[in-house]
C-alpha cells in the first residue's frame, strides 16, 4: 500500500521512464537492479538539469561499451565508473578556458589538468632554451642535422673535451651510486619516490630532449634502486628452490635492467638525418652497380625490383643493374637480357647471400654499389637522394636507408591492425637506426644501402663469418675506420613475411647470426671501435638472448601460488613499493622514446611470440656458433583460409594452461587465507591476470588471417586519367595499386561514367609530354564511384612504365610514413585487451567441442571483466538508438 502511495506521488516523466526502462532491459532482475539505480540517482541528482539530459542524448558517445537497447544488471555500476573516468581524465584544457572567460567555475579536474599542461609548455620553454646554452659543438651539429642537410655531429672530440666530460661523468658517477645504494626505510623510500614521481609527471609534459634525459636519469635511478634492493635484500634462502627460482628471476630482470640501459643510451639524442644535395654537373657522378641477389624467389616478386631500379633518376651509362641469380634459372637470365639488366650466377653456391654479392664483386667494378633483397622496390629518386652524403664526407662507407614493407606482416595482418600503427619493423629501422647513426654505429640491413667498394673490399666483402653477414659487415666496416650514416627518409618498400612460422623462421636466423657475432667478433673487445660503437652493437646482439628472460617472467609467480616459494623474498608492501615504480618508470620513459615508433604494451607480445624459438638457436650459438645455415625466407604466397597454426602456437598453449592452472589455485588459497598471504596472493595473481593477457594475444597472432592476393595492393592518392572507349576522358584518383591491378575513386558524382563489368578502357598516367597510357578491363564496380581495373602489361617495356608510375612514384613511401600515429598508453592498453579477447575468441572458434567449454567460460568471463574498464569516447558515427527517456 506504502510503495503505491510512493508511487502515484510520482511525476508523469518519472513514470514513463521507468515504463521505457523496462522495455530496455534484458531481463526482470535486469530490470530491478537498474530502476533500483535510477531511483537512487532521480533522488540525489537533478537529473531535469540541462546538463545531465545533454549527456544523456549523447549517451552512444559517452558509454560506448553500454548497449542501452539491453541493459544488463550491472550496467549503473559501469556507467558510474565511466563517469568517473570522464570526470578525472578525459577533459580538455579547451572546456576550462571557455569556461574561465565566461566566469563561470570550472571543476577541480579541469583545474589540475588546466595547471599540469600550463606547467609543462613552461618546461618546454625551460628545457629549449638550456638546450641551446647546453649544447655542446656535436650536440649543436645533431640539432643541425635533423633540419637540413648539414654533417652529423662531429666524432673526435679534443683532449680538453674529452677531460671535462671525464670528470663530470666520474662525478656523476659517484653521486649515481650513492643515490642507489643509500639505505632508506619504507616510509623514505615513499618519499623519495614521490618526488621523482611528480617530477616525472611534470617533465612528461613537456617532451623536448632535455627531459626526456631528465625522464630517463630518473628512470635508471628508480630501477637501480630496484635491483639493488633485490641483490642486497629479496634472495630467498630458505631451501635449495627458492634459491634457484630467485636467482633465475634476478638474472632475468638483470638482464632486462642492462638492456634498457642500453636502450636509453642508444636513443638518447637520436639523430635525423635528411638528404644532402648533389653535384650539379652529372659527370661528376659516379658509376654505381645495383645488385639484387636472388635464389628460389618467383620471377613475379623479382620483376617490380628490377624494373624500379632500371628506371632510376640516374645517367643510363653510370648504372649497371645486375640479378645475382643463385639458383641458376635459364627463364631469370632470359629475362634479365631481355629487359636490358646484368645478369651474375656462379658455379659454387658457398655462403648463400654473403657468397652470392662476393662473387659479383669480382665482376663487376663501380665506385658503388647498392643491394637490394629482390622483393624491395625502390622509388625513382633513390640514388639521388643517398648519394649526396658520399660526397659529403669521403670516409662514409655505408649508407642505410629505412625497410618498409608494402603488405601487412603476421602481426599486422592476423591482429587486424589498421596501417595508422606502427609495425614491428619501425622501431629499429624507423628510430633506432637513427641513435646509432648519432654514435656512427649505422648497421648495414643486408638491403636498401649503398656501400663504397674501396671500404667493402678492404674488409674483404660482405662478411661470411656468421648468417648475420649485413650486421657483421657494418661492424668491420666500423673497426677499420670507416664511418656508416642512416638516411631516415624511406625510400623503398618490399614484401612481409606471409605467415607467421615464415616470420618466426627469419626472427631465428637474425637472433642465431647476431649471437655469432658476439662469440666470433665481440664488439667489447678489439680495436677499431669507440666506446659508444661498441656499446650500440653491444645491444643489438644481446636483444636477441630475450627468450629465456621472458619465459622465465611468464612463468615466475607459479612457484608461489603451487609451492608457496618465495622468488622476491620481501613483504608485500615492500615488493610494492619498489616493483611497481621501476615498473611505471621505465613504462613512461619507454613510451615517451618510442611514441610513434611503437604501439605501447605490444612488444611483450613480440618478445613472447619469439621467446620459445629464438631460445634454443641463441643458446647454441653461445656454445657453438659456426653452427647453423642460411635460410631464404619465402615472400609471395597466398592463404586461402583462415586457420590456426597449431604447431607454432603449442608452446603458448602449455604457458596458458600453466598459468590459468595458477590463477584458479591462487583463487582458491585467497579463502581463508590471513591479510598478509591475501596482498602476496594478489600481488602473484595481478602478475598472472597481466601473463594471461599477454597469451592470450598471443595466441591471436597464431591464427592466420585469408590473404588470396598473390600481389598486395598498396594505398596511393595520384590523380590519374581514365579513357573510355568512345575517347571521353574523365579525372581520378588512383587509391590502390598492385603488379597487376588497381583500384580508382571519381570524386565528382555528375562525372562518373556507368561502368560496366569487362568493359576496355585506358588507365593514363602524367599529363602533357610525359604520359603513359595502360590498356585496362573494369573487374569490379563499386558503389559511390569506386571501380577496379585489371591492367594489361603486354610487353616489359610495359611493366616497366607502370612500375615506375606505382611503385617508383618518389614521395609515396613517406606519404605512406606520415600516415602513422602516435598512440596514447591508454590506447595501447586497450587495444592488447581487445588482442586477448580475440585470441581467447579463436580458440573458441577453432578448438573443438569436446574441449571448448574451457575457453568458453574464459571468454565469457574476460568479455565481463572488460566490461567495467572505462573507455575514452570516439569520434565517430553513432548508431541511432531508441531512447528509454526523453
Same mark, same amino acid.
Given at each position: 500500500?506504502?510503495?503505491?502511495?510512493?508511487?502515484?506521488?510520482?511525476?508523469?516523466?518519472?513514470?514513463?521512464?521507468?515504463?521505457?526502462?523496462?522495455?530496455?532491459?534484458?531481463?526482470?532482475?535486469?530490470?530491478?537492479?537498474?530502476?533500483?539505480?535510477?531511483?537512487?540517482?532521480?533522488?540525489?541528482?537533478?537529473?531535469?538539469?540541462?546538463?545531465?539530459?545533454?549527456?544523456?542524448?549523447?549517451?552512444?558517445?559517452?558509454?560506448?561499451?553500454?548497449?542501452? &537497447?539491453?541493459?544488463?544488471?550491472?550496467?549503473?555500476?559501469?556507467?558510474?565508473?565511466?563517469?568517473?573516468?570522464?570526470?578525472?581524465?578525459?577533459?580538455?584544457?579547451?572546456?576550462?578556458?571557455?569556461?574561465?572567460?565566461?566566469?563561470?567555475?570550472? /571543476?577541480?579536474?579541469?583545474?589540475?589538468?588546466?595547471?599540469?599542461?600550463?606547467?609543462?609548455?613552461?618546461?618546454?620553454?625551460?628545457?629549449?632554451?638550456?638546450?641551446?646554452?647546453?649544447?655542446?659543438?656535436?650536440?649543436?651539429?645533431?640539432?643541425?642535422?635533423?633540419?637540413?642537410?648539414?654533417?652529423?655531429?662531429?666524432?673526435?672530440?679534443?683532449?680538453?673535451?674529452?677531460?671535462?666530460?671525464?670528470?663530470?661523468?666520474?662525478?656523476?658517477?659517484?653521486? *649515481?651510486? !650513492?643515490?642507489?645504494?643509500?639505505?632508506?626505510?619504507? =616510509?623514505?623510500?615513499?618519499?623519495?619516490?614521490?618526488?621523482?614521481?611528480?617530477?616525472?609527471?611534470?617533465?612528461?609534459?613537456?617532451?623536448?630532449?632535455?627531459?626526456?634525459?631528465?625522464?630517463?636519469?630518473?628512470?635508471?635511478?628508480?630501477?637501480?634502486?630496484?635491483?639493488?634492493?633485490? @641483490?642486497?635484500?629479496?634472495?630467498?634462502?630458505?631451501?635449495?628452490?627458492?634459491?634457484?627460482?630467485?636467482?633465475? !628471476?634476478?638474472?632475468? =630482470?638483470?638482464?632486462?635492467?642492462?638492456?634498457?640501459?642500453?636502450?636509453?643510451?642508444?636513443?638518447?639524442?637520436?639523430?635525423?638525418?635528411?638528404?644532402?644535395?648533389?653535384?650539379?654537373?652529372?659527370?661528376?657522378?659516379?658509376?654505381?652497380?645495383?645488385?639484387?641477389?636472388?635464389?628460389?624467389?618467383?620471377?613475379?616478386?623479382?620483376?617490380?625490383?628490377?624494373?624500379?631500379?632500371?628506371?632510376?633518376?640516374?645517367?643510363?651509362?653510370?648504372?649497371?643493374?645486375?640479378?645475382?641469380?643463385?639458383?641458376?634459372?635459364?627463364?631469370? =637470365?632470359?629475362?634479365?637480357?631481355?629487359?636490358?639488366?646484368?645478369?651474375?650466377?656462379?658455379?659454387?653456391?658457398?655462403?648463400?647471400?654473403?657468397?652470392?654479392?662476393?662473387?659479383?664483386?669480382?665482376?663487376?667494378?663501380?665506385?658503388?654499389?647498392?643491394?637490394?633483397?629482390?622483393?624491395?622496390?625502390?622509388?625513382?629518386?633513390?640514388?639521388?637522394?643517398?648519394?649526396?652524403?658520399?660526397?659529403?664526407?669521403?670516409?662514409?662507407?655505408?649508407?642505410?636507408?629505412?625497410?618498409?614493407? @608494402?603488405?601487412?606482416?603476421?602481426?599486422? $595482418?592476423?591482429?587486424?591492425?589498421?596501417? &595508422?600503427?606502427?609495425?614491428?619493423?619501425?622501431?629499429?629501422?624507423?628510430?633506432?637506426?637513427?641513435?646509432?647513426?648519432?654514435?656512427?654505429?649505422?648497421?648495414?640491413?643486408?638491403?636498401?644501402?649503398?656501400?663504397?667498394?674501396?671500404?667493402?673490399?678492404?674488409?674483404?666483402?660482405?662478411? +661470411?663469418?656468421?648468417?648475420?653477414?649485413?650486421?657483421? /659487415?657494418?661492424?668491420?666496416?666500423?673497426?677499420?675506420?670507416?664511418?656508416?650514416?642512416?638516411?631516415?627518409?624511406?625510400?623503398?618498400?618490399?614484401?612481409?613475411?606471409?605467415?607467421?612460422?615464415?616470420?618466426?623462421?627469419?626472427?631465428?636466423?637474425?637472433?642465431?647470426?647476431?649471437?655469432?657475432?658476439?662469440?666470433?667478433?665481440?664488439?667489447?673487445?678489439?680495436?677499431?671501435?669507440?666506446?659508444?660503437?661498441?656499446?650500440?652493437?653491444?645491444?643489438?646482439?644481446?636483444?636477441?638472448?630475450?627468450?629465456?628472460?621472458?619465459?622465465?617472467?611468464?612463468?615466475?609467480?607459479?612457484?608461489?601460488?603451487?609451492?608457496?616459494?618465495?622468488?622476491?623474498?620481501?613483504?608485500?608492501?615492500?615488493?610494492?613499493?619498489? !616493483?611497481?615504480?621501476?615498473?611505471?618508470?621505465?613504462?613512461?620513459?619507454?613510451?615517451?622514446?618510442?611514441?610513434?615508433?611503437?604501439?605501447?604494451?605490444?612488444?611483450?607480445?613480440?618478445?613472447?611470440?619469439?621467446?620459445?624459438?629464438?631460445?634454443?638457436?641463441?643458446?647454441?650459438?653461445?656454445?657453438?656458433?659456426?653452427?647453423?645455415?642460411?635460410?631464404?625466407?619465402?615472400?609471395?604466397?597466398?592463404?586461402?583460409?583462415?586457420?590456426?597454426?597449431?604447431?607454432?602456437?603449442?608452446? @603458448?598453449? @602449455?604457458?596458458?594452461?600453466?598459468?590459468?592452472?595458477?590463477?584458479?589455485?591462487?583463487?582458491?588459497?585467497?579463502?581463508?587465507?590471513?591479510?598478509?598471504?591475501?596482498?602476496?596472493?594478489?600481488?602473484?595473481?595481478?602478475?598472472?591476470?597481466?601473463?594471461?593477457?599477454?597469451?592470450?594475444?598471443?595466441?591471436?597472432?597464431?591464427?592466420?588471417?585469408?590473404?588470396?592476393?598473390?600481389?598486395?595492393?598498396?594505398?596511393?592518392?595520384?590523380?590519374?586519367?581514365?579513357?573510355?572507349?568512345?575517347?571521353?576522358?574523365?579525372?581520378?584518383?588512383?587509391?590502390?595499386?598492385?603488379?597487376?591491378?588497381?583500384?580508382?575513386?571519381?570524386?565528382?558524382?555528375?562525372?562518373?561514367?556507368?561502368?560496366?563489368?569487362?568493359?576496355?578502357?585506358?588507365?593514363?598516367?602524367?599529363?602533357? $609530354?610525359?604520359? &603513359?597510357?595502360?590498356?585496362?578491363? +573494369?573487374?569490379?564496380?563499386?558503389?559511390?564511384?569506386?571501380?577496379?581495373?585489371?591492367?594489361?602489361?603486354?610487353?616489359?617495356?610495359?611493366?616497366?612504365? *607502370?612500375?615506375?608510375?606505382?611503385?617508383?612514384?618518389?614521395?609515396?613511401?613517406?606519404?605512406?610514413?606520415?600516415?602513422?600515429?602516435?598512440?596514447?598508453?591508454?590506447?595501447?592498453?586497450?587495444?592488447?585487451?581487445?588482442?586477448?579477447?580475440?585470441?581467447?575468441?579463436?580458440?573458441?572458434?577453432? /578448438?573443438?567441442?569436446?574441449? #571448448?567449454?574451457?575457453? *568458453?567460460?574464459?571468454?565469457? #568471463?574476460?568479455?565481463?571483466?572488460?566490461?567495467?574498464?572505462?573507455?575514452?569516447?570516439?569520434?565517430?558515427?553513432?548508431?541511432?538508438? /531508441?531512447?528509454?527517456?526523453?
Amino acid at each position: 500500500m506504502l510503495l503505491t502511495q510512493l508511487f502515484r506521488s510520482f511525476d508523469l516523466s518519472l513514470k514513463t521512464d521507468l515504463v521505457m526502462l523496462k522495455s530496455h532491459c534484458c531481463s526482470s532482475w535486469s530490470y530491478v537492479c537498474n530502476a533500483f539505480f535510477f531511483l537512487i540517482a532521480w533522488a540525489i541528482f537533478p537529473l531535469e538539469n540541462k546538463l545531465y539530459k545533454k549527456i544523456f542524448r549523447n549517451r552512444a558517445f559517452y558509454f560506448p561499451q553500454i548497449n542501452f &537497447h539491453s541493459l544488463h544488471p550491472l550496467d549503473a555500476f559501469r556507467i558510474l565508473i565511466q563517469l568517473g573516468f570522464l570526470c578525472l581524465f578525459v577533459i580538455t584544457k579547451d572546456k576550462f578556458s571557455q569556461r574561465k572567460a565566461k566566469g563561470q567555475p570550472g /571543476t577541480l579536474s579541469q583545474f589540475v589538468r588546466y595547471v599540469r599542461v600550463n606547467i609543462g609548455r613552461e618546461i618546454r620553454n625551460l628545457s629549449e632554451t638550456l638546450s641551446k646554452l647546453l649544447l655542446s659543438d656535436s650536440s649543436a651539429a645533431a640539432e643541425k642535422g635533423k633540419n637540413s642537410a648539414e654533417e652529423p655531429p662531429a666524432h673526435k672530440m679534443s683532449w680538453v673535451r674529452k677531460t671535462v666530460i671525464g670528470i663530470l661523468l666520474s662525478v656523476g658517477l659517484v653521486l *649515481y651510486f !650513492l643515490c642507489i645504494t643509500q639505505p632508506f626505510s619504507l =616510509e623514505e623510500q615513499i618519499i623519495f619516490l614521490s618526488i621523482l614521481w611528480v617530477s616525472a609527471l611534470l617533465l612528461f609534459q613537456a617532451q623536448t630532449r632535455l627531459t626526456l634525459l631528465m625522464l630517463i636519469v630518473i628512470s635508471v635511478i628508480v630501477s637501480s634502486r630496484y635491483i639493488w634492493w633485490r @641483490y642486497t635484500e629479496t634472495i630467498n634462502p630458505n631451501s635449495f628452490m627458492s634459491v634457484i627460482f630467485s636467482w633465475m !628471476l634476478i638474472l632475468a =630482470e638483470t638482464y632486462a635492467f642492462i638492456v634498457m640501459l642500453l636502450g636509453y643510451f642508444q636513443v638518447c639524442w637520436a639523430l635525423d638525418r635528411k638528404p644532402t644535395s648533389m653535384p650539379k654537373d652529372s659527370s661528376l657522378w659516379p658509376h654505381v652497380d645495383i645488385f639484387i641477389p636472388t635464389y628460389n624467389e618467383p620471377l613475379d616478386v623479382v620483376k617490380p625490383t628490377v624494373y624500379a631500379c632500371l628506371t632510376m633518376d640516374w645517367p643510363k651509362e653510370k648504372l649497371h643493374v645486375h640479378v645475382l641469380d643463385d639458383g641458376s634459372r635459364p627463364e631469370f =637470365e632470359e629475362f634479365s637480357n631481355s629487359v636490358g639488366a646484368g645478369y651474375i650466377k656462379r658455379e659454387k653456391h658457398n655462403h648463400a647471400k654473403a657468397g652470392n654479392i662476393n662473387h659479383a664483386l669480382t665482376k663487376t667494378s663501380g665506385e658503388f654499389i647498392t643491394i637490394f633483397d629482390c622483393d624491395h622496390v625502390p622509388v625513382r629518386s633513390f640514388l639521388k637522394k643517398t648519394m649526396g652524403w658520399f660526397f659529403k664526407d669521403k670516409n662514409i662507407a655505408l649508407i642505410q636507408t629505412p625497410h618498409h614493407f @608494402y603488405s601487412q606482416d603476421p602481426f599486422e $595482418k592476423n591482429l587486424h591492425l589498421s596501417d &595508422h600503427v606502427p609495425n614491428e619493423n619501425s622501431l629499429f629501422h624507423d628510430f633506432i637506426q637513427k641513435g646509432n647513426d648519432t654514435w656512427n654505429a649505422t648497421m648495414f640491413c643486408g638491403s636498401c644501402a649503398i656501400m663504397r667498394r674501396k671500404a667493402l673490399e678492404e674488409v674483404g666483402g660482405i662478411a +661470411v663469418e656468421t648468417v648475420t653477414e649485413d650486421a657483421h /659487415t657494418s661492424l668491420k666496416l666500423n673497426r677499420k675506420g670507416w664511418s656508416s650514416a642512416f638516411l631516415s627518409t624511406p625510400l623503398s618498400a618490399g614484401l612481409s613475411t606471409e605467415t607467421l612460422a615464415a616470420h618466426i623462421g627469419q626472427r631465428i636466423r637474425w637472433a642465431r647470426g647476431m649471437i655469432q657475432i658476439f662469440r666470433l667478433d665481440n664488439p667489447l673487445f678489439g680495436k677499431g671501435l669507440t666506446i659508444p660503437q661498441r656499446l650500440c652493437f653491444l645491444n643489438a646482439m644481446i636483444h636477441f638472448l630475450h627468450g629465456l628472460p621472458r619465459i622465465i617472467f611468464l612463468l615466475a609467480p607459479l612457484p608461489f601460488l603451487f609451492a608457496n616459494i618465495y622468488v622476491i623474498y620481501a613483504s608485500a608492501i615492500a615488493i610494492f613499493v619498489y !616493483l611497481v615504480p621501476h615498473m611505471v618508470h621505465s613504462t613512461m620513459t619507454t613510451y615517451v622514446i618510442h611514441k610513434g615508433y611503437r604501439f605501447p604494451f605490444v612488444s611483450a607480445i613480440y618478445e613472447t611470440i619469439l621467446s620459445w624459438y629464438i631460445f634454443v638457436p641463441t643458446l647454441v650459438a653461445i656454445f657453438a656458433p659456426h653452427k647453423g645455415k642460411f635460410n631464404v625466407t619465402a615472400k609471395g604466397g597466398i592463404i586461402d583460409k583462415a586457420y590456426v597454426d597449431w604447431s607454432v602456437a603449442k608452446p @603458448y598453449l @602449455y604457458l596458458l594452461i600453466l598459468n590459468l592452472a595458477g590463477l584458479c589455485f591462487g583463487l582458491y588459497k585467497m579463502i581463508g587465507a590471513s591479510q598478509y598471504q591475501v596482498l602476496m596472493l594478489a600481488i602473484n595473481i595481478g602478475w598472472i591476470l597481466y601473463n594471461l593477457i599477454i597469451l592470450f594475444a598471443s595466441i591471436a597472432v597464431c591464427v592466420e588471417s585469408v590473404q588470396q592476393r598473390k600481389f598486395p595492393r598498396v594505398a596511393a592518392m595520384q590523380k590519374v586519367t581514365v579513357e573510355l572507349s568512345d575517347g571521353h576522358k574523365v579525372k581520378a584518383v588512383l587509391a590502390a595499386f598492385s603488379q597487376k591491378d588497381c583500384q580508382l575513386v571519381f570524386k565528382i558524382p555528375s562525372a562518373i561514367p556507368n561502368f560496366k563489368l569487362g568493359e576496355s578502357v585506358k588507365l593514363i598516367f602524367g599529363e602533357g $609530354k610525359t604520359v &603513359h597510357e595502360f590498356n585496362c578491363t +573494369v573487374s569490379a564496380i563499386f558503389s559511390a564511384g569506386v571501380i577496379d581495373l585489371e591492367v594489361h602489361q603486354e610487353t616489359f617495356q610495359k611493366e616497366k612504365e *607502370y612500375t615506375a608510375c606505382t611503385f617508383g612514384v618518389p614521395e609515396l613511401w613517406i606519404n605512406k610514413q606520415a600516415k602513422i600515429k602516435g598512440f596514447g598508453m591508454l590506447d595501447g592498453f586497450m587495444a592488447l585487451l581487445r588482442m586477448a579477447r580475440q585470441g581467447v575468441e579463436a580458440f573458441v572458434h577453432y /578448438t573443438p567441442p569436446s574441449s #571448448s567449454w574451457l575457453f *568458453y567460460i574464459t571468454v565469457g #568471463s574476460l568479455k565481463w571483466i572488460i566490461s567495467f574498464i572505462p573507455r575514452v569516447p570516439k569520434l565517430r558515427s553513432q548508431s541511432k538508438q /531508441t531512447v528509454f527517456a526523453s
